[in-house]
């Protein structure tokens, strides 16, 4: 059972916008921490935005704050990021993720596949 699925990424101009989907299912549509982190050849895994159900309260990584924004559906169990402002620095893949707990943490336990996001003129 596929717990996680983005969907959303692919190739934008820089200064270009995208949105990214994460559906939740299974135990992971229950869990109250959901966010993304992302993944690029060669560099560290880096927590780019995070939400808690408990009181919509966000987080973000400083690379990204002020271009990205995540949010969810209340209806439906989906996950959006924002991102807008693309730059070079951006290009990754990107993974929703939840985590336990109640708060933001970045300790996440259980992530999708992930999307590819490109940035190139």
């Known amino acids: 059972q596929v717990l996680l699925v983005e969907s959303g990424g692919g190739l934008v101009q820089p200064g270009g916008s995208l949105r990214l989907s994460c559906t939740a299912s299974g135990f992971t549509a229950d869990a109250e921490v959901i966010g993304w982190f992302r993944q690029a050849p060669g560099k560290e895994r880096e927590g780019v935005a995070c939400l808690s159900k408990v009181d919509d309260s966000t987080s973000y990584a400083n690379s990204v704050k002020g271009r990205f924004t995540i949010s969810r559906s209340k209806v439906e169990n989906v996950v959006y990021l924002q991102m807008n402002n693309l730059n070079p620095e951006d290009p990754a893949v990107y993974h929703c993720?939840?985590?336990?707990?109640?708060?933001?943490?970045?300790?996440?336990?259980?992530w999708g596949q992930g999307t590819q996001v490109t940035v190139s003129s």
């Open positions: 993720a939840t985590e336990r707990g109640y708060y933001c943490s970045g300790e996440y336990d259980t």
